[in-house]
């Protein structure tokens, strides 16, 4: 039998139809009137195309190269042998939930609609989700509980669906997207990513994305390969990045100052680090736009496994964060979030 993803019943199997969603007589006063009032995955869902970029994406874990791992893994099992990311067949899943410690643009009065995806494409020594990321902690949803937790945020009145960690999961998130989309949700969508993202994953995502949240960690391979085990880290976002913002462009705000649409960079300042972060944020006034959005972060503490590491086992200072922020101003970023 094959799904339609506009139902209202049941969940969505593992195979999925390219042409699944014809257009139902109840939807067709939603169809005509898509527009810049509504995201744009909302288009693709009603010309068939989210459902075609499904079915590509699920029938790509067979061969995994979805992030910048490029490990070929058969991910179609649980658990999946020699996968980076330790995850099968179905995402794992934190928590969800209202969030209101993000960006004020994102979190505005009501929250952001946060999913916290266990597992990640990283392995940054550092990481202050060490349980979520490392150690996996959450359990595995299928397409339909996915939707119906976005459904939920939606209800809760969030103003965004926040993915978190999502670089290895983007077929499960397409699959619950067609679902929830189907169902009901309008709410752009957030990819909040550490930046270790693969250029033709992120070209499914065009159109469907509305807001791409990426770290810009390091720029040098040597320690990337240090802190991420990662040593092609730098290229590997730059390209993302540079993706990103063909597909989105410059972040920008509604009436209320709530995010609509575009790129928001993130960069944590690391002790000792000021050099990487001029490299970075010049990278980004200069190649990107001086008007990226970019949070210079200044909350970074040893964690995970940071002690390990003398360099990086110490708070930033004060005077550390006011120099980022200086550097910034110099390379030319107009465009600064600091509460």
């Not at 993803?5 to 006063?29: E, F, I, V, Y």
């Not at 060490?130 to 150690?135: A, L």
Request: negative net charge; glycine residues 8%.
């Amino acid at each position: 039998m094959r799904y339609h993803p506009c139902q209202s019943q049941g969940a969505a199997p593992s195979s999925l139809a390219p042409d699944l969603c014809p257009l139902t007589p109840d939807l067709w006063p939603l169809a005509l009137h898509v527009a810049d009032d509504y995201p744009s995955y909302l288009g693709l869902l009603f010309s068939g195309e989210l459902a075609r970029r499904a079915q590509q994406a699920i029938d790509s874990l067979a061969d995994c190269a979805l992030c910048g791992r490029q490990c070929h893994a058969d991910r179609r099992h649980e658990p999946p042998p020699r996968s980076f990311c330790r995850t099968g067949r179905y995402a794992g899943i934190s928590s969800a939930f209202a969030h209101h410690g993000e960006e004020d643009c994102l979190r505005g009065w009501n929250g952001s609609g946060t999913i916290f995806f266990a597992r990640c494409n990283l392995r940054c020594v550092f990481c202050q989700n060490f349980e979520i990321s490392w150690e996996g902690q959450g359990r595995p949803v299928d397409a339909d509980e996915l939707a119906a937790m976005m459904l939920r945020l939606q209800d809760r009145g969030c103003h965004n669906i926040n993915f978190v960690t999502p670089s290895h999961v983007v077929p499960q998130i397409l699959e619950a997207l067609l679902v929830a989309a189907g169902r009901g949700l309008r709410l752009p969508l957030v990819y909040n990513t550490g930046g270790y993202d693969h250029l033709d994953t992120l070209r499914l995502l065009d159109g469907v994305i509305d807001i791409y949240m990426p770290d810009l960690k390091f720029w040098e391979p040597a320690r990337s390969a240090l802190l991420l085990h990662a040593d092609d880290y730098p290229q590997v976002a730059c390209a993302a990045i540079r993706e990103m913002h063909r597909q989105v462009g410059d972040l920008v705000l509604d009436e209320h100052g709530l995010a609509r649409r575009g790129l928001l960079v993130r960069h944590l300042v690391m002790p000792g680090g000021l050099d990487e972060t001029r490299q970075i944020l010049r990278f980004l006034a200069r190649e990107i736009s001086p008007d990226t959005f970019v949070n210079i972060m200044p909350q970074y503490h040893p964690d995970g496994h940071a002690a390990q590491y003398a360099a990086i086992n110490r708070p930033i200072t004060s005077a550390e964060y006011r120099q980022a922020l200086a550097i910034a101003r110099a390379e030319g970023l107009r465009r600064l979030d600091i509460r």
